[in-house]
């Protein structure tokens, strides 16, 4: 199956600061999304981005599906950004996601 | 439009005993997936249905593990005789179709197997 590598494994940011998380995928795919796991466990849609660019508000996404990789930016921080950050990936014709180990984010205030 | 509902989202169980996770999809979707949250892990694929039907278990533990997705009423995961390694998170997502659409994730139920 299709092998998704998150990076970095963990990040910890200041109130503030911007960063970068990616997302390798060994194959071509159909459907790529970002999830947010906030610290009470909920899984919150980010961004639906098979390609393309995309952004809602602070948060925007890129993916270049031939290159195999997407990228998230998170602008000016804030410590309700705090959680797991999650790549999941549709490699087949069913929709089944296959989720990268995670990104944990911690904004310190 | 009411998102993914899972029920119950805590579900205490002694060794033994059966777990019943429900899933409602959202309005509109007919297809539910099943995943596993594992401790300070990610989510694991189990398995997917369509309305009264098991596309894809590859997921599935082949003991104790079964799920089904009824005309009427929700999806139901069911555990029997849990064991300690049952202990975990258990999400449902639906989607309106299959590869090309944007699943969507409910609340999850904490499941903890004592």
């Known amino acids: 199956g299709i092998q998704v590598e998150q990076s970095p494994p963990d990040l910890i940011l200041q109130e503030g600061a911007n960063s970068t998380l990616r997302c390798n995928f060994s194959?071509?795919?159909?459907?790529l999304q970002w999830f947010h796991q906030n610290p009470w466990g909920q899984l919150i849609n980010l961004f639906y981005?098979?390609?393309g660019t995309k952004q809602n508000g602070r948060l925007s996404a890129t993916t270049v599906a031939t290159e195999r990789y997407s990228l998230l930016y998170i602008s000016s921080s804030q410590t309700t950004d705090s959680g797991v950050y999650f790549c999941?990936?549709?490699?087949?014709?069913?929709?089944?996601?296959?989720f990268g180990a995670g990104t944990q984010v911690v904004v310190t205030p | 439009n009411a998102g993914v509902m899972q029920n119950p989202r805590h579900l205490v169980r002694r060794r033994g005993q059966e777990a019943r996770l429900r899933c409602s999809p959202m309005?509109?979707?007919?297809?539910v997936y099943w995943y596993r949250q594992l401790p300070e892990e990610g989510l694991k694929f189990m398995v997917y249905?369509?309305?009264?039907?098991?596309?894809?278990e590859s997921g599935m533990p082949k003991e104790r593990f079964s799920a089904e997705f009824p005309k009427e009423g929700p999806s139901i995961l069911r555990i029997q005789q849990v064991v300690r390694g049952d202990s975990a998170a258990y999400f449902c997502?639906?989607?309106?179709?299959?590869?090309?659409?944007?699943?969507?994730f409910g609340q999850g139920t904490r499941l903890t197997v004592v």
């Open positions: 997502a639906s989607s309106p179709g299959t590869a090309n659409t944007e699943a969507f």
């Open positions: 194959d071509s795919v159909n459907n």
């Open positions: 981005i098979p390609s």
């Open positions: 999941a990936v549709v490699g087949g014709s069913w929709g089944k996601l296959q």
């Open positions: 309005k509109g979707h007919s297809h």
């Open positions: 249905l369509q309305k009264e039907n098991i596309i894809d």
